[in-house]
């Protein structure tokens, strides 16, 4: 098996809200994960790869938990533009393409 | 500019006909991808290639065929045997084989069969 699974959401906030993502997955011999967005009919972009000790670049943060076998996205401050779908990204050992989870869609209100 | 170029954006066939979408990047990568992508669903792999002339297929290759003659050009064709090809196609491309790097998208090719 080589799923991605993620809550497909909505997730209404308001703005200057923190939101958080989670995403499993279900093959531990996984090597490379990333996140990207999806903003309404447009392509998917990367948003961030996401590292073992973790990372963070302004107001995203990105966790792996190995052991769990999941990832999470936070998002501080979340702002009218952050709303999109949000795609977690597997790369899994052996495959030589990566499998990418359904998305979460973020919709941030006034 | 560099980037991943897919034309057209809009596309409309009728039932029965081939129709091929094209796809061409001046990044210099090795590998191209063809995902498809249904309203709510994820991004499903058709084909992909990991250097000039081979190619390999994803997880829905079944009504679709594809080349690699040159290393820019990754043309898709969804062919009548494709039993339900209305769906936003996606093109991507990256530096070299293997699936651990970072995938760049072009803007996509909306397919609606009349």
């Known amino acids: 098996r080589k799923e991605v699974e993620q809550d497909p959401g909505p997730f209404n906030v308001p703005e200057g809200a923190t939101v958080a993502f989670n995403c499993t997955y279900s093959n531990s011999a996984s090597q490379s994960f990333f996140w990207y967005r999806q903003d309404c009919r447009k392509e998917p972009k990367l948003l961030m790869s996401?590292?073992?000790s973790g990372n963070e670049d302004g107001r995203f943060t990105a966790q792996l938990n190995r052991a769990s076998q999941y990832i999470s996205l936070l998002i501080r401050d979340s702002k009218l533009s952050d709303s999109a779908t949000y795609l977690c990204?597997?790369?899994?050992?052996?495959?030589?393409?990566?499998?990418f989870g359904k998305g979460t869609m973020l919709l941030v209100s006034p | 500019d560099g980037g991943i170029t897919q034309s057209p954006k809009y596309l409309f066939r009728k039932e029965g006909q081939n129709v091929t979408l094209s796809c061409e990047q001046n990044?210099?990568?090795?590998?191209m991808y063809w995902y498809r992508q249904d309203p709510g669903q994820g991004l499903r792999l058709i084909y992909y290639?990991?250097?000039?002339?081979?190619?390999q297929k994803g997880d829905i290759a079944e009504g679709y065929s594809v080349s690699r003659e040159k290393k820019e050009s990754f043309p898709l064709t969804v062919t009548s045997a494709q039993k339900n090809p209305t769906a936003f196609y996606l093109c991507?491309?990256?530096?070299?084989?293997?699936?651990?790097?970072?995938?760049?998208f072009g803007p996509g090719t909306r397919l609606t069969v009349l």
């Open positions: 990044l210099n990568h090795d590998a």
């Open positions: 290639s990991q250097i000039v002339n081979d190619f």
């Open positions: 996401v590292y073992s």
């Open positions: 990204v597997v790369n899994i050992e052996g495959y030589s393409t990566l499998t």
């Open positions: 991507a491309s990256t530096p070299r084989s293997g699936g651990y790097n970072e995938q760049f």
